[in-house]
């Protein structure tokens, strides 16, 4: 299923149809093998480095512990490479290499893991793909029905084989960590092993077959302070179908937890229908610069897809991230990059990277770090933000004088919020940090009186009420509110006008400080 071209409908009356529009999406190409790295496993080498046995024992002693990679891959063989297995006695797996090898000495050039063998229009029906290769032509040449392939499935450490697994059908995605792993086959059907390679349940079969599968991987350092990721982030698994359906779950439960319907066909649709309504806006400016009359509204051809998936490790749970483009046929150079987070707390989507606050004047192109370095917000906006074409956005949107430069401040201050708002979602404790203590300078600096109620909410909601109740927590992503408040009112006390309310959440502070001191004297 490839992505429909979309015609342009008319800008006015805005057409509510194109945004409930499907949009499938394609298909994982037909692979003749593929692998990934899952993680790292501990071994401990002999003095002279020659040799590495896994695990510890007895035998630990005196040898150097590292960690090596470990490999989660697959290679698909027709019936032909069975039945050539089975008469000359060859291990089946032996086979399925040597076709992958086969597939990958293609004319093209093309490795087998991104590239199966290319299948013309005239025999697509008939399903006999073109000669990748001269090697077993017997076994490469033909491409059956999914359903009468094997899928050898293994995981490797260090090249050495850990578990195996002969699949019935054709493999298309694979996922997994140092805890589970993920099969994926084109038929629709997932099936998930446990780190051992044991079976954790018969397949599921979804209504589409699937068009991304993710995991949170394991971190590939492969010295002593790898840090692993959080066993609740490790379980969580992400597959969304070709239909735009996207499902999340608990590999290890196994269950389900969250189920979402429409919501990425929607991110689709509403990427296309903005893209198309600047492109019709810039015809027209251009219309009116040069002199003409703007006519009416012209066919663009715009194709929205989702150009990347995966998950961000968070404090509680991962955070789904979708990255959608749309671009148009008409204009080659034009295209719009958006990047969206799904909420567990708010069972929807939200926007975190699109080109709305240009205009900013803490918008950048670059990746903004912190004291930990780049974070996930800044990593995302940046690659978004130079992958789009900012001309779309209107000049001159605010124009000169007061009136501008007070449209100018209201936009700072709402991309300041929205960055707040974003590292808040994502999980990232240094970003939400830099961006709060960001935005309490630049209302401390207005001293407008909106901007002074708006600093006193905020030392009202670190400060936390009179007498702390179940909901309320004495920190935030990893940061206690306390050490924020404190940063805030330096930023605070610059101002004349907010020396009061200074002064009294800092008399506020010290109580609260003598009274946690108290509490633990007693404990």
Known sequence: LLPHAINSVSLDPMVYAFARRAFPLDKPPRRAGHSIMTGSSVAFLSPVGDEAQAGGGDGSVGRRRVRLPTTLEFKVMTTAARDQAASGHLDIATVARDVAAASSASPNGTPAEIAPPAITESNENEGVAQDPGKILPEVVNTLEEDCLATTVL???????????????????????????????????????YTNAGRRRTVGVVLPAPLAFLECVAESEMLDEEAVKQPSVDASILLGICCNGEMRIWDACAPRMLVYDQHGV?????????????????????????????????????????????????????????????????THPNTRLVQAFVYSFQMQSWSRIADDRYTQSDFFSLFAQGTSDGVGPLASVQAACANAGSYDLTPTNMFGNGVEGARALWTESRAHLEHQISSALLLGSGEEYKSWLMAYS???????????????NEICSELLGPTVPHSGWSESILGIQKLDLLKRVLRYMSSNRQLQRAVNEFNEQIIEREKERMMQRGHE
């Not at 195996?164 to 099936?191: C, K, P, Q, W, Y």
């Not at 929205?304 to 990255?323: A, E, M, Q, R, W």
Request: charged share 25%.
């Open 154 to 192: 293994t995981s490797s450490c260090n090249g050495k084989i850990r578990w195996r697994d002969d699949v019935r059908g054709r493999g298309s995605l694979i996922a997994g960590n140092d805890t589970f792993a993920a099969l994926a086959l084109t038929s629709g059907e997932l099936l998930l």
């Open 441 to 455: 300078k630049f209302l401390a600096d207005d001293g407008l009186p909106e901007s002074c109620d708006r600093l």
């Open 265 to 329: 066909s929607r991110l689709l649709s509403m990427v296309a229908r903005e893209l198309e309504t600047k492109l019709h806006y810039k015809i027209r400016q251009t219309a009116v610069r040069n002199g003409e009359v703007p006519g009416p509204a012209t066919n663009v051809r715009v194709t929205p897809i989702i150009s990347k998936v995966f998950l961000k490790p968070g404090v509680s749970h991962p955070s789904p991230i979708v990255v959608v483009e749309a671009s148009s046929q």
